[in-house]
């Protein structure tokens, strides 16, 4: 059997438990929610049905999904309804994508007041975006961009990242306040130069920094005491931001975009197995890494391998899959411009219209059958065993008592 994420959590969690609560470092609510969701997820813990064929009268229960964010499990179903939501709101033009990256002095600060930081990030990001797009030098009107926040590297360490989508245009006006679709002023894929954007974003961070500090209720620590921030290596260091290639036509903007809006820090696919008291998974090859590597061996870059098997004790890994559950309510996807909710509507009519795109019309929801028939080409409803008799449920059984976060915000009693 495939190694999943839950099995981990079982395996290694009452260790994991029980070393937090010596250290009087209880596992968060939302982190504790997660937990449970995750290990819960598809099992009769979630009550489920039992489904009997009409044909050779096979039996078999299908159990509910969590549908907690942070499962692995559940995103596939989310993220193709996040598409077809989105198909509407793209705009037959290329699209640029951004990554704005943290430097990792900040990771303390991230650990203390993640909501905080979190936000400011996302904040500062898209207000560095909007003043550029609203400069006449660059595009002179109102952009469309979306901002998903990432927290995670491959190794599952601390990586605060935003990924950025925007159209390459902008919805301006004419001297006579005649509004019409302004492409870039340099090239028709080309939006601002990177270097520029690092240097406005990281001033406006490390201002919000500042006056985060003087303010009456500055950044504390975990004890309570003001955290004290690495300003002067803050205001030297270059700050990333990654300009990848741009993207043309809708269809691949959204094939695009789908990978990062709903992606859990580790899916299931990527665990290798556990091997003793050390979880293996797939992370991908650093291409700069790669690249020395191939040169240090006389070897073309196409002969590297694209991953390699990572591992770690059983306790870090949770440890490390436990700093990128997001805080309850937030928001990791966020739009802006023609896509900010207030006025999303008539902007993005106006601008199809300048596109001469035709309107767009109500998108027809899909059940579960349907999806799964669009997605992986398997017919739900079908008997697995006969391949001819229909699934119909026969009986429902009831979620078992959920879980109480008591149980993991505490040191287990004893071994499970």
């Not at 340099?186 to 490390?206: D, E, G, K, N, Y």
């Not at 036509?249 to 899916?267: C, E, F, K, N, Q």
Request: aromatic share 6%; net charge positive; charged share 20%.
């Amino acid at each position: 059997m495939p190694t999943t994420l839950a099995e981990v959590l079982r395996r290694f969690g009452p260790a994991v438990l029980a070393q937090r609560h010596a250290e009087g470092r209880e596992l968060a609510p939302v982190q504790a929610r997660a937990w449970a969701a995750i290990t819960q997820c598809r099992t009769p813990a979630l009550g489920g049905q039992l489904l009997r064929c009409d044909g050779c009268q096979a039996e078999q229960w299908r159990w509910h999904a969590c549908r907690n964010r942070h499962c692995p499990q559940c995103q596939t179903r989310q993220r193709e309804a996040w598409r077809r939501a989105r198909g509407a709101e793209l705009l037959n033009v290329p699209y640029c994508h951004l990554v704005f990256t943290l430097p990792h002095e900040l990771n303390p600060l991230a650990a203390a007041r993640p909501r905080w930081l979190y936000d400011t990030l996302l904040d500062t990001v898209a207000s560095t975006l909007t003043t550029f797009a609203a400069d006449p030098k660059w595009l002179g009107g109102t952009g469309a961009f979306t901002l998903v926040l990432h927290t995670w590297a491959q190794d599952l360490s601390r990586h605060l990242h935003v990924h950025v989508l925007m159209a390459c245009g902008a919805l301006s006006s004419d001297g006579q306040g005649q509004p019409h679709w302004q492409t870039p002023r340099r090239s028709p894929t080309f939006l601002f130069p990177v270097r520029a954007l690092s240097q406005v974003w990281r001033a406006r961070f490390i201002d919000t920094l500042v006056q985060a500090q003087s303010s009456p209720r500055p950044c504390v620590d975990a004890t309570g005491r003001p955290m004290p921030l690495p300003l002067q290596a803050l205001c030297t260091k270059p700050w990333v931001v990654y300009a990848k290639t741009p993207l043309a036509g809708p269809a691949a903007v959204l094939d695009y975009l789908s990978r990062y809006t709903h992606r859990t820090a580790i899916g299931n696919e990527r665990l290798l197995g556990i091997h003793g008291d050390q979880v293996r998974f797939r992370t991908r090859v650093n291409r700069k890494h790669a690249a020395a590597d191939a040169a240090a061996r006389a070897t073309t870059a196409t002969n590297q391998p694209r991953s390699r098997v990572t591992q770690l004790p059983g306790p870090v890994f949770i440890e490390r899959l436990l700093q990128h559950v997001v805080p309850r309510g937030f928001k990791r996807i966020r739009h802006y411009g023609l896509l900010a909710p207030a006025a999303k509507r008539s902007r993005l009519a106006c601008a199809r219209a300048l596109l001469g795109m035709p309107a767009v019309h109500p998108e027809v929801s899909e059940d579960v059958a349907q999806f799964m028939r669009r997605v992986a080409a398997v017919d739900i409803q079908t008997c697995a065993h006969c391949g001819q008799g229909r699934w119909h449920a026969v009986a429902c059984q009831a979620p078992e008592q959920a879980m109480p976060v008591h149980n993991l915000t505490h040191a287990p009693r004893g071994p499970p």
